[in-house]
T-cell receptor, first 117, second 112 residues
Framework: DQQVKQNSPSLSVQEGRISILNCDYT??????FLWYKKYPAEGPTFLIS?????DKNEDGRFTVFLNKSAKHLSLHIVPSQPGDSAVYFC????????????????FGKGTLLTVNP | DSGVTQTPKHLITATGQRVTLRCSPR?????VYWYQQSLDQGLQFLIQ???????AKGNILERFSAQQFPDLHSELNLSSLELGDSALYFC???????????FGSGTRLTVV
């Protein structure tokens, strides 16, 4: 049972335009969400996160939106740059019940973003 | 440098062999997680250790095992290797103070 779903395996956008990456989750206990970015041959790196008490978090060109009722979150990148081309993973945790030794992230399968010059 | 160190970076071995992947977590992190990323697959959770004890198991094959040592470094042992075991293996660590994981750069295993 896949609790975090990224239904678009790939996305291609033009440089300067907006990139929107989507993520859906099924576990209503999830209360903290993260996006990771992964370049080829490197480990995933943390990009941005959002707590379930918020519906938006912004960091420079990156904004994450959370719609709890729809169990949906999205990552907006504006403007998109060629260096943003990477695989983006959505992840979720049940922080209230899994702090400390039980802390666990559940990842989606990732979306390959290609930003064309 | 993320602070999580994985060795070796690359490993090529034959089917049927056994290999050991090593991970040193970020200083102060007690939890270590192992993930497998195969071609066209996302991050598949294998196993988690916390302060030397196994905490959670994911889709880890019986041919695979792991442990975390008193100095908190961890090893993932893969035995009776098959061609399908070729993948990137990532280690990550976490602490109570920082939400999220910090990943190492991975070990690319190629089974020939």
């Amino acid at each position: 049972d896949q609790q975090v779903k990224q239904n678009s395996p790939s996305l291609s956008v033009q440089e300067g335009r907006i990139s929107i990456l989507n993520c859906d989750y099924t576990n209503s206990m999830f209360d903290y969400f993260l996006w990771y970015k992964k370049y080829p041959a490197e480990g995933p790196t943390f990009l941005i996160s959002i707590s379930s008490i918020k519906d938006k978090n912004e960091d420079g060109r990156f904004t994450v939106f959370l719609n709890k009722s729809a169990k949906h979150l999205s990552l907006h990148i504006v403007p998109s740059q060629p260096g943003d081309s990477a695989v983006y993973f959505c992840a979720a945790s049940d922080e209230q019940n899994s702090g400390g030794s039980n802390y666990k992230l559940t990842f989606g399968k990732g979306t390959l973003l290609t930003v064309n010059p | 440098d993320s602070g999580v160190t994985q060795t070796p970076k690359h490993l090529i071995t034959a089917t049927g062999q056994r290999v050991t992947l090593r991970c040193s977590p970020r200083s102060g992190d007690l939890s270590v997680y192992w993930y497998q990323q195969s071609l066209d697959q996302g991050l598949q959770f294998l196993i988690q250790y916390y302060n030397g004890e196994e905490r959670a198991k994911g889709n880890i094959l019986e041919r695979f095992s792991a442990q975390q040592f008193p100095d908190l470094h961890s090893e993932l042992n893969l035995s009776s290797l098959e061609l399908g075991d070729s993948a990137l293996y990532f280690c990550a660590s976490s602490s109570r103070q920082v939400q999220g994981y910090t990943f190492g750069s991975g070990t690319r295993l190629t089974v020939v």
